[in-house]
């Protein structure tokens, strides 16, 4: 008997961890190209979504600016109001016990105590008063300390001064007014 032929048998030894390799290559490139366009499609996606977030925010922005400008001015403009307002009404009726005293012009004060004038118009740093008859120079803040009788004690003060008026405070404590 002859033996039995053999069968060559192709050696694929060699080859096969070529292919393998290359595959396993061009695997890894197929996958890695393919996450980087899917993280740039999400990326994408998610910036889109951002940027109409930031235009939102910025439209709002720009509208409460806008509402911020308007109320700040109406707010100047009713301070403005309310400062006038409110000069007129000093003008008018001012504080207890303080009054406006033009040039040469004299006011009974203090409950009907004091007959306060003011002599001439008002100088660069004082103001001549006269106070019950007697005249007495005054810068503005100085108190001036008066009795009119033994059981009154009364004082009057230069609040502020300027070429057409002067401001004094005057106030008595002790026994009653005198009736007017």
């Known amino acids: 008997m002859q033996p039995a032929p053999t069968r060559r048998r192709r050696n694929l030894s060699g ?16 996958i890695l190209i393919g996450g980087h366009f899917y993280g740039r499609y999400l990326a994408s996606r998610d910036l889109g979504g951002r940027d109409a977030a930031i235009e939102q925010l910025v439209a709002q922005g720009q509208e409460q600016k806008r509402k911020i400008d308007q109320q700040s001015a109406a707010l100047t403009s009713l301070q403005a109001r309310l400062d006038k307002t409110q000069a007129q ?19 009974v004060v203090g ?7 003011l002599v001439g118009a008002p100088g660069n740093e004082s103001i001549t008063l006269n106070i019950n008859g007697k005249q007495q120079v005054a810068t503005a803040g100085q108190v001036i300390n008066v009795a009119p ?17 002067a401001v004094i405070n005057a106030s008595c404590t002790g026994a009653k007014a005198k009736a007017q």
């Open 111 to 117: 409950d009907g105590r004091l007959n306060v004038g």
């Open 149 to 165: 009788d033994a059981s009154t004690n009364c004082q009057v003060a230069v609040q502020s001064f300027d070429v057409f008026k």
């Open 89 to 107: 009404l000093d003008a008018i009726m001012p504080s207890k016990n303080t009054y406006n005293i033009i040039p040469n012009q004299n006011l």
């Open 15 to 30: 080859d096969v961890p070529f292919v393998l390799i290359a595959a396993s290559i061009v695997s890894l490139l197929v």
